[in-house]
């Protein structure tokens, strides 16, 4: 079904899309902190929207080619499992206008030191969006183990910030406030790679596929 | 199709299950930072491959439906959305573990102030889950008041966290503490917001702009 075979191509590339401009989220959040870019983060927060509308667009689609094509097994686990990483990749989209709170509220502040722990875990976050997008993309060819494995990277830095952070609310109180929304901007990143994370077991998972078993052999049941 | 209908509960039933053990876990895990109780929240962690568990199971089963049934409309939609809220109630299970790691945390130091604000930010949360499961099930109108709750839940979860400041400000020493106890008012803070996702799919599901597509896909 030529047909078919076009809108799931369509759909892989909706999900793309939704994938770089959520990357792009990431690395401009993070930039408007580094930078102390105070528009670039209004920027960031602004576009938002169009995230989440292209999330449902996505969830829409996944619907109809359902109900309409009625796909089995290895087109009918892509498609539920586009819908499952457009939500993990919206939510990361919310992290990344959360940062960019923060970056608005921080760069009013004196800086306590410069961002060293941050931009890294930002990197390493992004890498691993795309390695799990990239994964879900190319099929089942080469899966994303890598890309879990880099998760303790991000908890490793993300505690290493929380005691940097820790450190200096101990020696001068009133810095606290300051330095809770640096650990709160890495608790973000932090939760942005769990959901990457997400995304590489959901690919995993689709191309291993137990589920496939029982979709195959119907009459076992 | 009566046996698809049968299959039909056994998913919503299913679903209500895992809301019920996750709701036990948000329960037992505060329970367990209030009482300083650290045997109950190694019950918790221990606990959580079970909603794993379930979870799997749910995916496995919505699938199986899908393409063995390729349901339509209402169904299609009731089945997708199973698949979605259980993906939130799973994590709010791991927040659930979280909150019981920072117990154990906490409960072998000495008390910082007692606990008010936090039991009351999960009550509330529960309130949520079981509010939005119960709207899924009936397909009832979704209480838009459940979604206003989450601003009650963010609201506790500043105030817990400027009376912690006032702490640390006071006594550095109280750091470490405060930022675990401030630590617990967030993942109760996104435990709710899981709630909200949920009670925004049921809406989402109920009020159906997705059902219209597939109507008309299916007189085409």
Do not use: W
Not at chain 1, 15 to 26: D, H, P, R, Y
Not at chain 2, 185 to 213: F, P, Q, W
């Amino acid at each position: 079904m030529a047909i078919f075979d076009e809108e799931l191509s369509a759909l892989r590339e909706k999900v793309l899309n939704l994938g770089s401009m959520v990357e792009t989220a990431i690395s401009d959040s993070v930039k408007s902190l580094v930078e102390r870019d105070s528009d670039l983060a209004k920027e960031v927060i602004k576009r938002d929207h169009l995230i989440n509308a292209l999330d449902v667009e996505i969830g829409e689609e996944s619907i109809r080619l359902i109900a309409l094509r009625q796909p089995m097994a290895r087109n009918l686990r892509f498609i539920t499992t586009a819908m499952k990483i457009t939500t993990d990749l919206e939510r990361m989209g919310d992290l990344a206008e959360n940062i960019a709170e923060r970056a608005i509220e921080l760069n009013e502040e004196p800086l306590l030191k410069p961002y060293v722990n941050i931009p890294k875990m930002a990197v390493i976050a992004q890498e691993m969006v795309r390695g799990a997008l990239d994964a879900f993309v190319i099929g089942c060819t080469k899966l994303p183990y890598g890309v879990i494995r880099r998760d303790d990277e991000v908890d490793a830095l993300t505690v290493k910030n929380f005691n940097d952070m820790l450190d200096l609310m101990i020696q001068d109180p009133k810095i606290i406030p300051i330095a809770v929304k640096r650990t709160y901007i890495a608790k973000y990143l932090e939760r942005i790679a769990d959901h990457a994370t997400n995304i590489a077991e959901m690919v995993i998972y689709m191309c291993k596929g137990k589920i496939i078993r029982h979709i195959e052999s119907p009459e076992e049941t | 199709m009566a046996k698809f209908d049968e299959e039909l509960r056994a998913l919503k039933e299913r679903v209500l299950k895992l809301g019920s053990m996750v709701e036990t876990a948000i329960r037992d895990s505060v329970k367990s930072l209030v009482e300083r109780d650290s045997a109950l929240a190694k019950e918790v962690i221990k606990k959580d491959h079970l909603i794993n568990a379930l979870d799997v199971e749910i995916d496995e089963e919505s699938i199986r439906l899908i393409a063995l049934r390729q349901p339509k409309a209402r169904d299609l939609r009731f089945i997708i959305t199973a698949m979605k809220i259980t993906t939130d109630l799973e994590r709010m299970g791991d927040l659930a573990e979280n909150i019981a790691e920072r117990a154990i945390e906490l409960n072998e130091e000495p008390q910082l102030k007692p606990y008010i604000d936090i039991p009351r930010m999960a009550d509330i949360a529960q309130e949520m889950v079981r509010g939005a499961l119960d709207a899924f099930v009936k397909c009832s109108r979704v209480p838009y008041e459940l979604i206003k709750k989450d601003d009650e839940v963010d609201k506790l979860n500043v105030q817990v966290f400027n009376e912690l400041l006032f702490y640390m400000i006071q006594d550095p020493r109280t750091v470490p503490r405060a930022m675990r106890i401030s630590y617990v008012a967030k993942y109760l803070e996104r435990i709710a917001d899981h709630a909200t996702n949920i009670a925004e799919m049921v809406i989402y599901m109920c009020e159906g702009k997705i059902i219209r597509h597939t109507e008309i896909s299916e007189g085409r």
